[in-house]
């Protein structure tokens, strides 16, 4: 399909989510049947279907090489108490193939998972303006403002989709290539299955929320340009740089500010009991990230001269 049809084809779209109401934003189903048509939209994208892609990869390959490495024993050791989430889990995978949900996420998280949602963010508003839509957009009566919240919680379905479909990848590699069972927590203690997998869950959703902050952050540069590849690559260029800084030792007092540096705080749920301190950084640092850059974003988009 050109990006002609692609243009036409979201215009179509869009025009059937509007046409669905004739009192427009006055009824509060009208916004949840824009924010339908925008999911909808978003997954049927090639991209998105490539970027889930690549992610559910990640664990497939993960869960081969260790089990080639091992030949499928179950001679990895325990986790500590002062183990960190990606070697100790990795280590417990060939004992329990639960813990690959773990380690995979312990793996995404720091580039691929961002940068898949940098790509969405990005493109959220540029990529509209760049393909001649967002103008059209903007004829709905329900104005630029509940538009722009319209397209952050596509992105933020896009965060949960795109970690659920790592870690439903990851457990189900892990239970056909190792043995589930038991889950040893990192205080070295040991859960039932069940509550294993309800651990697993809830990890998966702390990795979600931990991303509404760079989220925000993508809609605010997708706010910046009209060009959804410029806005992309600013988005994830902006990830790398803060990774870097993350890293250096010499910049640990400006660590704590960097949306990143309470990311990998997911594996504290596996502990027990479950430790909270990190985690609660790491929550109200991504809510400071969406309450400044959300509101930067509307600010510029509820200025923005519109011509494409």
């Not at 990190?278 to 400071?288: I, R």
Request: aromatic share 8%.
């Amino acid at each position: 399909m050109s990006q002609a049809e692609k243009s036409q084809a979201e215009k179509s779209q869009a025009e059937r989510a509007l046409s669905s109401d004739p009192r427009g934003s006055r009824n509060p189903l009208w916004t949840l049947g824009l924010l339908r048509s925008e999911i909808t939209t978003l997954l049927r994208r090639h991209r998105t279907y490539a970027l889930l892609g690549v992610l559910a990869a990640v664990p497939v390959l993960i869960g081969i090489a260790v089990r080639i490495e091992t030949g499928g024993g179950g001679g990895g050791g325990a986790g500590g108490p002062d183990g960190g989430a990606g070697p100790a889990f990795l280590a417990q995978v060939t004992n329990n193939g639960v813990f690959l949900v773990f380690a995979a996420l312990a793996a995404t998280l720091p580039v691929f998972l961002p940068m898949a949602v940098g790509v969405v963010a990005g493109d959220a508003i540029a990529g509209e303006a760049s393909s001649g839509t967002l103008r059209y957009l903007l004829v709905a009566p329900a104005g630029r403002t509940r538009l722009l919240l319209v397209k952050y919680a596509s992105v933020l379905a896009f965060c949960l989709i795109a970690t659920l479909v790592v870690a439903a990848s990851a457990l189900a590699v892990g239970a056909l290539l190792f043995p589930v069972g038991e889950v040893t927590t990192i205080s070295g203690t040991r859960i039932g299955i069940g509550e294993g997998l309800v651990r697993a869950g809830l990890t998966a959703l702390v990795v979600a929320v931990s991303l509404t902050g760079f989220a925000a952050l993508g809609l605010f540069v997708s706010t910046l340009t009209g060009s959804g590849i410029g806005a992309m690559a600013a988005t994830v260029g902006l990830l790398i740089t803060v990774q870097i800084l993350d890293s250096i030792p010499q910049l640990s007092g400006v660590h704590p500010y960097l949306f990143a540096h309470y990311w990998m705080s997911f594996a504290d749920v596996l502990r027990e009991p479950v430790h909270w301190d990190d985690l609660v950084k790491n929550f109200q640092l991504q809510g400071l990230y969406v309450a400044v850059f959300g509101s930067a974003a509307w600010a510029r988009f509820t200025a923005k001269d519109v011509t494409a």
